[in-house]
């Protein structure tokens, strides 16, 4: 795989990626059609009827996943082209162009997220900005599915054999996404990790599953006084 300097300075990293996609859109679901792995496990920790955020939704598979299980599902997306199919599969949900960046909802809006290798796009230094958000839309006991394409760290542009496109990928080791993870005030839950198959980004699949880390009960503070207690 040839390796490439991301172009910071000439073309913004958004744009690459949004019009990846927006090319990528029309047979994106016929071949990666199938649900997030270990999704089910991050349902169990939902309450029911929950309020999700699908970040980086794509055609929509998981939202629709999701909306069968009888959660209320948001699905954004940096491409109008992937907005559009996932509206095809799931009409009358509602989805969004957005930025994970700068998520436009409410603090405590959400009782989960997930975030399906929708992460690996954006800038290393911009990650915990997205992270930050994450757990600013979650609710205090909020859970969050995270995937991480996973080897020697690197920011570059890829692309997959059949597809004369590149586009940006920031690739972390497992350490690193731990540490963004923990910044972020999150707490690990799980962790997986699968090798890839043939027709994926040619790195290992990293899925954490995490909550907001509980603060520490803070000791009441005893007044000292002149007089010893009998």
């Known amino acids: 795989m040839r390796r490439k300097k ?25 071949r990666f059609g199938k649900p997030a792995q270990h999704l089910e496990l991050f349902a ?12 980086g939704c ?18 954004v997306d940096l491409s109008q082209k992937m907005l559009k199919t996932a509206l095809r599969f799931n009409s009358g949900e509602r989805v969004a162009q ?21 992460l690996i796009h954006i800038p290393r230094e911009n990650l915990s900005r997205a992270l930050n958000e994450f757990s600013r839309v979650l609710t205090p006991k909020g859970i969050a ?7 020697k760290g690197g920011e570059r542009f890829v692309k997959r054999t059949s597809d004369p ?7 972390l080791s497992r350490s690193q ?25 040619p790195f290992d699949k990293r899925t954490w599953l995490v909550r907001k880390a509980r603060r520490p009960t803070r000791t009441p503070r005893v007044k000292k006084t002149s007089k010893s207690l009998q």
């Open 44 to 55: 169990r920790h939902l309450p029911p009827n929950a309020r999700v955020l699908d970040a």
């Open 98 to 118: 957005m930025d994970l960046q700068q998520l436009g909802f409410k603090n405590s809006r959400f009782d989960g997220i997930v975030a399906a290798f929708s």
């Open 145 to 151: 599915h995270v995937s991480f394409q996973e080897g």
């Open 58 to 75: 794509g055609p929509g598979v998981n939202l629709e996943w999701l909306r069968n299980q009888g959660h209320r599902v948001i699905g």
């Open 177 to 201: 996404s731990q540490n963004a993870l923990k910044n972020a005030g999150f707490e690990i839950v799980a962790t997986f990790v699968r090798k890839p198959r043939r027709g994926e980004w």
């Open 165 to 171: 496109h590149s586009v940006y990928m920031n690739v």
């Open 6 to 30: 991301p172009r910071r300075a000439s073309v913004p990293i958004q744009r690459i990626v949004r019009s990846y996609y927006n090319r990528d859109a029309k047979d994106y679901r016929s």
